[in-house]
């Protein structure tokens, strides 16, 4: 990081064609003691602009987590040739897409790829995807993900296995003022090794916390005991997972777009496999938010997937439960019983579509100015709020809004937005790109954010099955992928189940605050 980007840059690697040319020895070499300083000090610039000065030029940027946003936090740093350590808990990057890899996005190529990964992948001589065409989360990880973390200019510098379970300023907690801007960050992993920073970037997102089933937002009563029948969002129902619902009973808890596409699949599932069911269980009192607008609505894909669902909720092939909010879980044999202190559902499977949330403990000893609602920075929330904004509406932002009062930390990409379920990468990769470029003291550019979204093909393609092109698209959280079958799809085995045992009714009961539950795009 340097007060002077020019410094470093001219000593370093720009452009991005000589940071892979010089790869580890000279971009991202956490152990180069010159790489991103200026007159020997490391420098981490505070909101205003001005520069802190850090006792440590050798110390690196943290990046926590290796998926979309925080590898382009890498690629910016290579080609700024800041020392960088991206820390990933899992063992491959992109751990999170991986596991929703059956899912189509709805964002074709070229808004699924940031610019400086894109030029250091080419100068590798990487073949860029068809711009046009709607990658499948497995897609984005193996086809662009993989390849941009396997870089020699970035490979180096990516441990896997590494969890980050805290982070800190080495030998202060949150209240210690005096010395804290020159005080190097403490990351702690999992199995007890610190490492020191000069900045975190925490690109971590929010996968690994989804929103409980509880209806207070708190969990339910017994829903630590029923872990086993619960499903966690957007199961591959058509393929890895099918054994698990073929044949048996399923209740979709949520109103977003991840609960849609489980219900859809289900219903594909329950045409082919007798003996399934489908059940979807809503807080509100009315689904119209959850079908959104359908040909009227301004997201054609979200207005097209709300026509199929509120079908198949008028013909019965889906039973919907409006005003369900779940107060209590209980094993019962095989199954569990779902109650809103009012109706029991039994199911064999629950499957928890209800969003996601930040984990803040792990930055609990950091000074964070989150906003009360969403959990994102103060500055943030107007600009990304469910209740104004779908994901194709959040306008562009970078530094300026996700500064906390901790100066050198910052949160990018999904965590970055708290509950909001309205991120989108191009804004995630637009983030990372401001952020490096403030780290490296380079404000003219931290502040020139810009984002170049079209009205369609982001949010708005029209879904079509089978077909991958932009006209194809899907929610705005994807649509499963109309993939052939893979051969080894065959019958389910080990099916239990039936009819659910008590009749389900629609019940509607009177308006109240539950109807405005956030849809957004991605919960
Ligand atoms: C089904 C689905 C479809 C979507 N479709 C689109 C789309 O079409 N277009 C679009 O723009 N957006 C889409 N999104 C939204 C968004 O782009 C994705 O959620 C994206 O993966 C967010 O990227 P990220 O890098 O912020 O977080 P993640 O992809 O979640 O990556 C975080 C990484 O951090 C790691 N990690 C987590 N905790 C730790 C820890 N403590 N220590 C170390 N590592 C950690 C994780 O293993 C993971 O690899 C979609 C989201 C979903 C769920």
């Avoid at 109103?255 to 059940?279: C, F, I, K, R, W």
């Avoid at 239990?496 to 509607?508: D, F, I, W």
């Amino acid at each position: 990081m340097s007060e002077n980007p020019d410094a470093t840059t001219a000593e370093c690697c720009t452009p991005a064609t000589e940071a892979i040319d010089a790869g580890a020895e000279c971009c991202a070499g956490t152990d180069d003691a010159s790489a991103g300083t200026d007159d020997n000090v490391t420098t981490v610039a505070r909101a205003d602009g001005s520069p802190i000065e850090h006792a440590d030029p050798s110390l690196p940027v943290v990046v926590v987590g290796a998926g979309p946003v925080g590898l382009a936090a890498a690629a910016h740093l290579t080609e700024r040739g800041i020392g960088f350590v991206v820390l990933e808990s899992g063992e491959h990057p992109a751990a999170a897409v991986r596991q929703w890899g059956h899912v189509r996005l709805f964002s074709p190529w070229r808004f699924t790829m940031d610019g400086a990964a894109a030029r250091l992948l080419t100068y590798a001589g990487w073949v860029r995807p068809d711009d046009d065409k709607l990658p499948t989360g497995a897609q984005l990880a193996e086809d662009y993900l993989q390849p941009l973390a396997d870089l020699p200019a970035i490979k180096p510098h990516v441990r896997y296995g590494a969890r980050v379970v805290a982070i800190t300023r080495l030998g202060l907690d949150r209240v210690r003022t005096a010395g804290r801007d020159t005080t190097p960050f403490l990351v702690r992993l999992a199995n007890g090794e610190d490492i020191l920073a000069a900045a975190v970037i925490d690109a971590s997102g929010t996968w690994g916390t989804p929103n409980v089933l509880g209806a207070a937002g708190i969990p339910a009563h017994g829903e630590s005991d029923i872990s086993a029948y619960v499903e966690s969002a957007l199961p591959d129902v058509l393929g890895r997972d099918r054994d698990r619902f073929a044949g048996r009973r399923t209740l979709v808890v949520g109103a977003g777009h991840s609960a849609a596409n489980t219900l859809l699949a289900l219903t594909d599932l329950a045409a082919q496999e007798p003996g399934t069911t489908v059940t979807w269980a809503i807080r509100a009192t009315d689904p119209t938010r959850a079908y959104g607008g359908g040909e009227a609505d301004a997201l054609p894909a979200r207005g097209a997937l709300g026509t199929r669902l509120r079908a198949h909720v008028d013909n019965g092939t889906i039973t919907l439960l409006t005003g369900f909010g779940i107060q209590r879980l209980s094993p019962a044999g095989t199954s569990v019983e779902v109650s809103d202190g009012h109706r029991t559902v039994t199911a064999d499977r629950v499957v928890s579509a209800t969003g996601f949330r930040p984990d803040h403990a792990m930055v609990s000893e950091l000074r964070l100015d989150l906003d009360p609602t969403l959990g994102s920075t103060r500055r943030l929330a107007p600009l990304i709020d469910p209740n104004e904004h779908s994901c194709g509406t959040v306008p562009p932002h970078g530094v300026d809004e996700l500064t906390h009062p901790e100066p050198g930390f910052y949160a990018v990409g999904v965590k970055s937005y708290g509950r909001a379920p309205t991120f989108l990468l191009a804004t995630g990769y637009e983030q990372a790109r401001s952020v490096v470029a403030a780290l490296a003291g380079d404000w003219t550019a931290a502040r020139d954010v810009q984002l170049d979204l079209p009205e369609t093909g982001v949010c708005t393609s029209n879904p079509v099955e089978g077909d991958d092109t932009i006209a194809a698209g899907g929610s705005c959280c994807g649509t499963p992928a109309a993939e052939p079958e893979p051969a080894g799809r065959g019958q389910a085995t080990g099916i239990s189940g039936g009819p659910l045992s008590a009749p389900l009714t629609l019940v509607t009961i009177g308006g109240n605050a539950q109807d405005n539950q956030a849809g957004g795009c991605c919960s």
